[in-house]
T-cell receptor, first 114, second 114 residues
Framework: DVKVTQSSRYLVKRTGEKVFLECVQD?????MFWYRQDPGLGLRLIYF???????EKGDIPEGYSVSREKKERFSLILESASTNQTSMYLC?????????????FGSGTRLTVV | GENVEQHPSTLSVQEGDSAVIKCTYS??????FPWYKQELGKRPQLIID?????GEKKDQRIAVTLNKTAKHFSLHITETQPEDSAVYFC?????????????FGQGTTLQVKP
């Protein structure tokens, strides 16, 4: 019954590596989002996409990029991982249109950069 | 851009008591306000939401109120139970965006003591 799947639950990467986080949804949602979750800071929006090949920056896009080649898949890329990118990363999806709809979240990827 | 402030950051209540979590938002055009519950090690899940044309909504022991004039909304949990212990996030959808983007508060850790 899992509807939003993140490819890895835990990842450990070295500083300077290029890191790919994958998210797939099977609900035919138009919108997809990447957030990072840090204690005391809540969920902060990194990037989002409202259509295939479309992307928009969120509040903290520096050091990240995204790719959406297919409707069901939204990838987050850390171009050169740094220790301050150690965090929990959450993917979410939602239907498009007004009024806005709530999200369905993935289980998260806990990334540690050493 | 939209900013959402959430208080308190932690809340401890006795089983059976009520719990109230408050959020304020900055964008007066915001039109959708969901609340998410995240149990330890799990994904956030939508528990209740309210749209800007409604002042209050209830679902069993959970209620949300919205004051558009003051730009704040609150989550009320009555007759709390130990299984209500979790992190709760409020969110707001900026009025200028039709992409489903949500801006989240910092989160409230609720502990219900048996």
């Amino acid at each position: 019954d899992v509807k939003v799947t993140q490819s890895s639950r835990y990842l450990v990467k070295r500083t300077g590596e290029k890191v790919f986080l994958e998210c797939v949804q099977d609900m035919d949602h138009e919108n997809m989002f990447w957030y990072r979750q840090d204690p005391g800071l809540g969920l902060r929006l990194i990037y989002f996409s409202y259509d295939v090949k479309m992307k928009e920056k969120g509040d903290i896009p520096e050091g990240y990029s995204v790719s959406r080649e297919k409707k069901e898949r939204f990838s987050l890329i850390l171009e050169s991982a740094s220790t301050n990118q150690t965090s929990m990363y959450l993917c979410a999806s939602s239907l498009s249109g007004l009024p806005n709809y709530g999200y369905t979240f993935g289980s998260g990827t806990r990334l540690t950069v050493v | 851009g939209e900013n959402v402030e959430q208080h308190p950051s932690t809340l401890s209540v006795q089983e059976g008591d009520s719990a109230v979590i408050k959020c304020t938002y900055s964008d007066s055009a915001s039109n959708y306000f969901p609340w998410y519950k995240q149990e330890l090690g799990k994904r956030p899940q939508l528990i209740i939401d309210i749209r800007s044309n409604v002042g209050e909504k209830k679902d069993q022991r959970i209620a949300v109120t919205l004051n558009k004039t003051a730009k704040h909304f609150s989550l009320h949990i009555t007759e709390t139970q130990p299984e209500d212990s979790a992190v709760y996030f409020c969110a707001a959808s900026p009025g200028s965006s039709n992409t489903g983007k949500l801006i989240f508060g910092q989160g409230t850790t609720l502990q219900v003591k048996p």
